[in-house]
């Protein structure tokens, strides 16, 4: 592939499926488990799962901040032809990425009964908890670097072995799952486990690009400078926020299910969570099918090239969320038997709460898509606002506020608010020409 000279549609075509794929197919590891865990343990181990994903969310976020952040550098490098600032780039990232790794294994293995209290971790659901975030910790390295390393693959134009490597870590992820928690009778270890064990082999897998005769990335300690790192975090940052504003959400979420609607609330929001999981990879996988050749043709100044893939990536995004805003609008008792046997509590308030959360995926996806192109045009600044407003201020203000007057509905009605508003805000700053 040529990404300064091919059409750009084309380019993008050949970047979606193994994108997406890759990206979908990231979500089976936190899917299978919320799944197997649902049906094989019961409602109370899904909600101790809930409780536990934004832990989740800082190993993918800290890959991200690395992986995204450096990859466009690299990328933008790469489009103005000088492959040695590009490599710069890949060392620091990955240095840094192994950095934070090596501290997340210390503090998360010293302090894990207190960061579980916190996340709010309760009697029921503690040693459910604690049996999956031990061994969560020390799956740290592979979790943060399969997120790193896919950015970067699929940037050094293979995002075909990106999509290998994922899928054949989460079809043995899921096949794991069945054999540890049903015929082993594992529990929460096993699913754990399962999910450490196929990220490990999606790392592996990555590495064969490394052996490759057309590999870029390469450890360079040729004239490295601070400010590479400084730049990394500057355009990462999004990216992590993404990640970690997940997490803080969820966790937000949680203590405001639990006191409107104690237990059966975190059980009900855990099906939405997952069910953003899925959504979200699409949403992902689609704005990382444009990302590397925004960013390669923006270091190209190719104006031009940068609006038409712009273009196209905004209405597969658009056609993306509707679909599943459809689904669940039409099908909420499906989505809700996917993830557990529900009970007759949980059937009277799921269907409504699966009907609203949909509608918020079409805006999602959107500002999704709108996050990852601000941040290959080195505007990070108008990435970070996105982040910020969906993930953080306006989704934690309406989840605190629309309880009061609606009760468990405007825990729902806060995330579908918060994308909309976000949506405008992105669409202003996308024709605000800088």
């Not at 049903?182 to 990220?199: D, E, K």
């Not at 940052?237 to 059966?264: D, K």
Request: hydrophobic letters at 55%.
């Amino acid at each position: 592939m040529d990404l300064l000279k091919d059409s750009p549609k084309q380019l993008f075509s050949k970047y979606l499926v193994p994108s997406v794929s890759a990206t979908m197919v990231t979500s089976i590891y936190i899917l299978a488990d919320s799944i197997m865990i649902g049906k094989g343990i019961g409602e109370l181990a899904i909600a101790a799962l809930n409780i536990v994903l934004p832990l989740f969310n800082i190993m993918f976020g800290t890959g991200a901040l690395f992986g995204v952040g450096g990859a466009v550098l690299f990328s933008v490098a790469m489009g103005n032809g000088d492959t040695e600032r590009a490599k710069r780039y890949f060392t620091i990232a990955a240095l840094l990425n192994t950095l934070f790794v090596l501290f997340y294994l210390v503090t998360g293995n010293l302090f894990l009964e207190p960061i579980l209290t916190f996340l709010g971790a309760t009697d029921l659901t503690w040693a459910y908890a604690y049996d999956y975030a031990k061994w969560l910790m020390l799956g740290t390295p592979v979790f943060a670097f399969s997120v790193f390393l896919q950015s970067f693959v699929r940037n050094d134009k293979n995002p075909k072995l990106a999509m290998v490597a994922v899928i054949t870590g989460g079809v043995l992820n899921t096949i794991l799952d069945w054999v540890f928690i049903y015929p082993m009778q594992l529990g929460m270890t096993g699913a754990v486990v399962a999910s450490i064990i196929g990220t490990g082999v999606t790392c592996l897998i990555l590495c064969i690009h490394f052996f490759r005769k057309e590999c870029n990335l390469r450890i360079s300690l040729h004239r490295l400078r601070p400010r590479y790192g400084k730049e990394i975090f500057q355009y990462g940052t999004s990216s992590f926020l993404t990640e970690i504003s997940g997490g803080v959400l969820i966790f937000v979420l949680n203590q405001q299910a639990l006191l409107y609607a104690g237990e059966l609330g975190v059980t009900v929001y855990s099906v939405l969570t997952n069910s953003a999981y899925i959504v979200n990879a699409v949403a992902n996988g689609i704005a990382q099918a444009a990302q590397p050749i925004i960013a390669t043709n923006f270091g190209a100044k190719a104006q031009s090239r940068i609006d038409e893939v712009k273009a196209v990536g905004l209405r597969t995004a658009l056609i993306a969320g509707g679909t599943f805003a459809a689904i669940g609008l039409l099908f909420p008792l499906a989505v809700v038997y996917i993830f557990i046997n529900p009970t007759a509590a949980i059937l009277e308030m799921a269907p409504l709460a699966v009907r609203i959360y949909f509608i918020g995926f079409i805006a999602a996806a959107l500002n999704i898509f709108f996050t990852t192109y601000f941040q290959a045009i080195l505007q990070p600044s108008k990435a970070l606002t996105i982040c910020m407003l969906r993930g953080l201020i306006l989704s934690i203000v309406f989840a605190y506020v629309l309880p009061l007057v609606l009760d468990i509905t405007g825990i729902w009605t806060s995330i579908l608010l918060a994308e909309f508003i976000t949506l405008g805000i992105a669409f202003m700053m996308d024709r605000k020409k800088k």
